[in-house]
């Protein structure tokens, strides 16, 4: 930038750039404006759905124990978002479903690339997990409850390293095949970079398709939209997101864990993608949630809204 | 396979209009990206505290070191103005010039040019910017007539043999104007390119861009201007910095402007950042098998330094990751249970842990087979990039 004052505050708020400069976007209810400008980039799938992780994937990995009241207030906010998929269940063992089944609509079960990660995480090998998310899966689709299936490790893991997607696929086929009805692909520790992204995708869409996975990227080393984008110009249709970037990563404390939604949603907005979800109301959502773990929020997005 | 699976409330509406996406230009990228630190100037500029003179060499000393082609070193501005810089013949003077890095310094006027070829500048950088409100605001005049100010400055170069590099501001956005077409773009930077700026760098100076106004913008001016000319430097302030970063490699971009631990903030939204960070850049470069030159650890270095030395954290996502490897190492010494070493701060390395002087350890990545590993905190790819100052 130029030689610009240190304070120049006779600007543009973001609320009002958002407000009358569409070309930032502000999908609200599953219809852009017809008026509104957009800029799409060609090959990119038309609606992108937004799976919320904050309530369970963010909240899991916050030190802070969130009061029920808390929680629940913060899910009811996220529902009148607009995004059409809010995680708040936890991994079951097959003893539970019956109890879960009262009140889920929807089940997830946790695989992973790598045999150590599986090991230390799970206590058990990638065979014996996925026999036993057979029993789950299989129960849940008796009871009509579908089931998502995830993949730890997709780009890499903590202690084995280098993850081959030939594993990652083999993986998630079998978990495609057990009947889960998408794959989330994940990038545990945020290690992956649009090269390597392509290169376990390209491989997993030859089983898999497109419609059918999902990408969970951590944006523990900053790469988390990068390779967002890069799988939305796969083909791939679903990402996951926590509100305010909620969830550190595990293994390296202090580091940042999931993408925010916040964050996603503006690229998303300004790509021309639908996604249903009003950005304010998300914005809003990951306002109340950090007053109430007390904590600053990781979406940009947000900081740069607050702050302005 | 026989399933039934329960059909989710919104089905996806997209899936039909999907056309076959051609994977060719997802992977198309160049070979080399010279990568162009701003933090020296653009980063310290808008840090609020004044930075001593002697702090202000030692980072750029650490930059060079760190293997960056281009290190922006400061700015003939009037300190009346940009009171960070005024100590900018010293700042020239004081760094070491590393054979093979070239140190431009920002010229904003012919005064400024001439106090900087006084004080030994090997190259000037100008700026004008794309839109008319901006420029009026900033510069108190038209954008025609701070091309003309740029010219003369260019003429003089010209005849002292210095190369000049152009900036264009606001090329994604303007906080005055909002939306800032293409074709304006497009115009200004041809004029900065025949006017005889060797390169011009298109900045998305408040951070509103995404992928693809960014691909508009660059295929408009790419209609007038080679692309071997054109950089990019883009702001994280809604945290697209790397997407869009990303879409320009796409396009054929091969200079990318980024600043160390991200610094500088943006001064039009408080508290929000601003510059990308070269370390999370690199780290992108690096995994994509891309040549830069650069040796993350050390610059990683020179982030921690200038992080203490300004009292702040970074903004790198790859230094916050990185500082806390220690934790992930006890980790595992103690055979993976969850035993917490005493916190560090993000910029203090802890000199147990250091097998390289400077203390800070980046661990390198294993084979892929690597069993019963230590814990690992930077990407494993084939290019063992980050084992020396010239690797990539």
Same mark, same amino acid.
């Given at each position: ?145 579908? *089931?998502?299936?995830? &993949? /730890?490790?997709?780009? =890499? @893991? +903590? !202690? ?8 990652? %696929? $083999? ?67 679903? *990402?996951?997101?926590? &509100? /305010?970037?909620?969830? =550190? @990563? +595990? !293994? ?8 925010? %939604? $916040? ?46 | ?392």
């Amino acid at each position: 930038m130029g030689n610009v004052p240190s304070a120049v505050k006779h600007c543009l708020s973001y609320q009002q750039l958002l407000r009358e400069h569409l070309w930032i976007g502000d999908s609200v209810a599953g219809a852009l404006d017809p008026a509104q400008e957009t800029t799409q980039l060609s090959g990119l799938p038309e609606y992108v759905k937004i799976v919320e992780v904050g309530p369970r994937d963010g909240l899991q990995n916050e030190k802070v124990i969130v009061p029920t009241d808390i929680k629940i207030e913060f899910i009811n906010q996220l529902s009148q978002t607009g995004l059409s998929v809010i995680e708040v269940t936890s991994f079951v063992s097959s003893r539970w479903v019956p109890q879960v089944a009262a009140g889920a609509t929807e089940i997830s079960v946790f695989g992973a690339a790598s045999e150590s990660f599986s090991k230390k995480n799970i206590n058990c090998s990638i065979e014996e997990s996925m026999e036993k998310f057979e029993e789950v899966v299989k129960s849940a689709r008796h009871m009509n409850i579908p *089931a998502r299936g995830y &993949v /730890s490790c997709a780009l =890499g @893991c +903590p !202690y084995e390293g280098n993850i081959t997607p030939q594993k990652v %696929t $083999e993986v998630s086929k079998r978990l495609y095949g057990m009947g889960c009805y998408e794959i989330s692909l994940g990038d545990t520790i945020g290690v992956g970079t649009p090269g390597s992204m392509k290169r376990m995708l390209e491989s997993v869409m030859k089983e898999i398709p497109p419609s059918a996975l999902a990408v969970h990227c951590h944006d523990t080393y900053g790469q988390a939209l990068a390779n967002i984008l890069t799988a939305l110009q796969m083909g791939i249709n679903t *990402a996951d997101s926590a &509100v /305010s970037g909620l969830g =550190g @990563c +595990p !293994y390296a404390k202090g580091a940042s864990g999931n993408v925010a %939604t $916040e964050d996603l949603i503006y690229m998303l907005n300004g790509l021309g993608l639908n996604t249903g979800v009003n950005l304010y109301k998300v914005m809003e959502a990951g306002d109340f949630i950090c007053k109430a773990v007390n904590k600053t929020t990781s979406s940009k997005v947000a900081q740069a809204s607050f702050n302005a | 396979m026989a399933t039934t699976r329960k059909i989710l409330p919104r089905r996806l509406v997209g899936l039909a209009s999907l056309r076959a996406v051609s994977t060719s230009s997802v992977g198309t990228f160049p070979k080399r990206v010279k990568i162009v630190e701003v933090g020296a100037r653009d980063g310290l500029q808008n840090e609020k505290n004044f930075v001593s003179t002697s702090t202000k060499i030692k980072l750029i000393d650490m930059l060079s070191e760190a293997g960056l082609p281009v290190i922006e070193a400061t700015s003939f501005v009037s300190p009346k103005w940009v009171p960070q810089m005024a100590d900018n013949a010293e700042v020239l003077k004081g760094i070491q010039k590393f054979p093979g890095i070239n140190y431009p310094v920002l010229t904003p006027n012919i005064k400024g040019f001439q106090a900087a070829v006084a004080a030994g500048a090997k190259e000037v950088s100008v700026f004008v910017a794309a839109s008319e409100l901006f420029t009026k605001r900033n510069v108190n005049c038209s954008i025609d007539e701070s091309l003309q100010r740029s010219d003369e400055i260019l003429r003089a170069a010209r005849a002292a043999a210095i190369p000049v590099r152009g900036y264009v501001s606001c090329v994604l956005g303007c906080p005055y104007e909002g939306k800032i077409s293409p074709a304006q773009v497009a115009e200004v930077t041809k004029k900065m390119y025949s006017m005889g700026c060797y390169e011009i760098s298109l900045g998305d100076t408040i951070g509103v861009g995404t992928p693809g106004i960014m691909k508009d913008m660059l295929s408009a001016v790419m209609h007038e201007v080679p692309v071997a000319a054109l950089a990019v430097h883009c702001h994280d302030t809604y945290g697209q910095a790397l997407a869009n970063t990303l879409m320009a490699l796409q396009m054929g971009v091969s200079v990318v402007d980024s600043s160390v631990a991200g610094l500088g903030g943006c001064p039009y939204a408080q508290g929000a950042s601003g510059n990308l960070a070269t370390e999370d850049l690199v780290y992108m470069l690096s995994g994509l098998g891309i040549h830069t030159g650069v040796n993350l650890q050390k610059l990683l270095e020179a982030g921690t330094f200038i992080c203490q030395a300004l009292n702040r954290k970074t903004s790198s996502k790859v230094a916050q990751a990185t500082c806390k490897l220690s934790t992930r190492r006890s980790l595992l010494q103690k055979g993976g249970k969850r035993q917490e070493r005493l916190g560090l701060s993000p910029s203090l390395p802890d000199p147990s842990l250091s097998e390289k002087p400077g203390g800070l350890r980046v661990l390198l990545p294993h084979g892929p087979t690597g069993s019963g590993v230590e814990c690992l905190g930077v990407p494993w790819n084939p290019a063992p990039w980050c084992s020396g100052p010239t690797s990539g």
